[in-house]
């Protein structure tokens, strides 16, 4: 068969595109007719074109049939018909962790939660699930990845709801080799992706795990192209040693493609991709901008269904490695090629940037600065403040820290605690006894008082005298 449904870039593409912009992925590409997983064929012949294949030897002719022509079925049809959980693996480095990430569309959790279905994970295909989850809307939200500790080591993972238990194999860590996943940014405490095609590239920061062993460091150790940031181990999987590194592949050479090709991976030269305008919110892969046309600047040439997930009448070339792109602002842009994945989501018109992306309020006394980008403001105006200087905050000033220009944190002093005025009336019964005189006539009503607070009034009326304390709480709490 000639085209296949991307499940990444969610859109039909054809044998070839797929082979130029992307790795023969495992669940990537589905039979447009029968749903089952296919898998790119003959990428490398000179005797037959490349082509999409069953991965379990389907043969039926239907499928030939439907797919012996391009745009014969609708992608759009294609959302219903699909039967593989979006799944991904991630470590994250500030607690030590593996997860998967499951993902659900609003259709498919109302569909599960009907059928009271569980999502399912076995490290053997035979075994128990050592994690069973109900698909509701209490666990999982429409389009936004589910997250789960992977409590077991195992070189294969089974994955499956109860509604068609199919396990998918999941091919994650390996006793011979170690794993690698991509990471996001720059921070300290960063998150990576799990390398699911067998494609990594130069100039990108990896995190590489290898459970049980310890050869990866010494093979790297002094070999030139490499960048070592880090070396360490520890322990996880309830009593497996996982040893880790922080590496840079920095350029190609023969002796590090040997290695790497015996470890099942294909070292290539990085791809690059900047949006020029307009300004975006961006959180690890994903973007969030207020208009639907974009300018980017690219290492590579956008190919219409290929690494982009929009028809060619809405790509245009203004210039060298400069393309302007316009779409439905109700569509998910999506652009996959080698390192660089990137989703773009519009936000709605009637959502204001700011408020949608509002920062997180932080209440501290003090803020000695971490790495990154923050900025003080104060009455006597705006500064930046360089990592390691200790600030103390006031009422009126306050630290904003800033991500691709966007403010995310926010540090202002914690705000006293006020006590109820039925509290502050008895701590000053208990401490303070100076009276002076009252006179209901000359005062002004008190409204809304605890019955306590009111009967203590209406003994000052009989008496004729008040607490001066709490006279003065009354008169604050009528003017506050």
Known sequence: MLVAYDTLLQTIVSADSASQNGDNEAYRY???????????????????????????????????????QYGLIDSHQKSYQTNQE????????????FYV???????????????KSKIEIRKDRQANPFLSVNINHQNFYQDDPSAYPIEEYSSHYYISNTSNNIKKEYNVFSDTSPTLFKIHGDEPNFKAK????????????????????????????????????EVFEFTTFRNT????????FEEKNCQLDELLLSWGYNLTNNETLTILWPPVYKSEDTCRIQTSRIYLHSSFRLQEKGNINVGQDRIQYLGTDVTKIDWDRHQVLKILKKNVELTI?????????????????????SLTIPDGNFFYFSKYG???????????????????????????????????????????????????????PYNPENENSYDDLSYNVANYIAQCSTSGTINQAIRKLLKENECG
């Open 241 to 248: 040693t996982v040893w880790s590194m922080i590496v840079t």
């Open 101 to 115: 990430n499951i993902c659900f569309n609003e259709n498919e959790i109302n569909h599960y939660e009907e059928q």
């Open 194 to 229: 799990y390398v699911r095609g067998k494609s990594i590239c130069t100039k990108v920061r990896y995190y590489l795990a290898w459970p049980g062993q310890n050869t990866a460091n010494i093979k790297l150790k002094n070999m030139t192209g490499v960048k070592i940031e």
């Open 345 to 365: 989501h519009v936000l709605d018109n009637n959502c204001e940037i700011g408020n949608a992306l509002s920062p997180t309020i932080i209440e501290k006394p």
């Open 382 to 436: 705006i500064q930046r403040v360089e990592p390691g200087f200790k600030i103390f905050l006031t009422s009126s000033s306050y630290i904003v820290e800033y991500f691709n220009n966007y403010p995310i944190k926010k540090y202002v002093l914690p705000q006293p605690i006020t006590k109820p005025l039925e509290q502050n009336i008895e701590d000053v019964l208990r401490n303070y006894w100076v009276t002076i």
């Open 30 to 68: 589905e039979c447009l007719f029968c749903g089952e997983e296919v898998s790119l064929a003959a990428q490398d012949s000179y005797h037959k074109a490349t082509h999409f294949r069953h991965k379990h030897g389907n043969n039926d002719k239907k499928c030939e049939y439907y797919l012996g």
């Open 86 to 97: 979006r799944i991904d693996f991630y470590y994250e480095h500030i607690n030590k962790c």
